[in-house]
């Protein structure tokens, strides 16, 4: 069964600083990756997908991230964190079981952006 | 569009009673699912729908049933609410009925049982 792992469960940032989340997964075929974003008292929102083809993925507000298959990752990186990106981040991978469409998602992220 | 609807927002039941969440999308969706979102432990995947008439269960099924009404509904149902079920419950709809798909999201019923 694939599982997903995010290891930065709380990030603190002030306003203007880089910005990178881990997210690794554990399925040896091929997979679909996603990052939601969650603001607060709000549903999950998509940020940006990998299906195929440029493992640089570019996401909405400026986001974007990396699938590195040999690592088994598909970090979340922005330049330049604003205090509206404050939420709730996770990661999700989809393999193709062939029967059903399902997403396996991290625990999430928390990330606290400062003015 | 609307997108992927929930009724209720929020409900509060006691130990024992029975409520259904409902579901609905308009985005011609053939697959859908129902998660719960519990603190530090992400979104788990209770049962879902990969086309009008099945359904299957998910990593946390039990206490639970669903029904497919028709291609645009789902809804969750319990039948002996217990405390361990207060959560966040959301809808999610993809396009395809297997394979490489994205999920959209509703927006939450926050359940809490006393």
């Known amino acids: 069964a694939q599982s997903v792992s995010q290891h930065n469960h709380h990030v603190i940032l002030s306003e203007a600083a880089s910005l990178e989340l881990g997210c690794n997964y554990s399925y040896g075929g091929t997979v679909n990756l996603f990052w939601y974003v969650q603001y607060p008292g709000q549903h999950l929102q998509l940020l940006l997908k990998?299906?195929?083809?440029?493992?640089l993925v570019k996401g909405i507000k400026g986001f974007e991230a990396e699938f590195i298959k040999s690592k088994f990752s598909f970090n979340l990186r922005k330049p330049s964190v604003q205090w509206s990106d404050t939420a709730e981040y996770f990661c999700?991978?989809?393999?193709?079981?062939?029967?059903?469409?399902?997403?396996?998602f991290g625990t999430g992220t928390r990330l606290q952006v400062t003015l | 569009n609307a997108g992927v609807t929930q009724t209720p927002k929020f409900q509060v039941l006691k130990t024992g009673q029975s409520m259904t969440l409902q579901c609905a999308q308009d985005m011609n969706h053939n697959s859908m699912y129902w998660y719960r979102q519990d603190p530090g432990m992400g979104l788990r995947l209770i049962y879902y729908s990969a086309s009008e008439g099945t359904t299957d269960k998910g990593e946390v099924p039990n206490g639970y049933n669903v029904s497919r009404l028709n291609k645009r509904e789902f809804s969750l149902r319990l039948e002996s609410a217990a405390p361990s079920q207060t959560s966040v419950y959301f809808c999610a709809s993809s396009p395809r009925t297997a394979g490489y798909n994205e999920q959209f999201f509703g927006p939450g019923t926050r359940l809490t049982v006393l």
């Open positions: 990998y299906f195929s083809g440029d493992p």
């Open positions: 999700a991978v989809n393999a193709d079981t062939g029967t059903a469409s399902k997403l396996t």
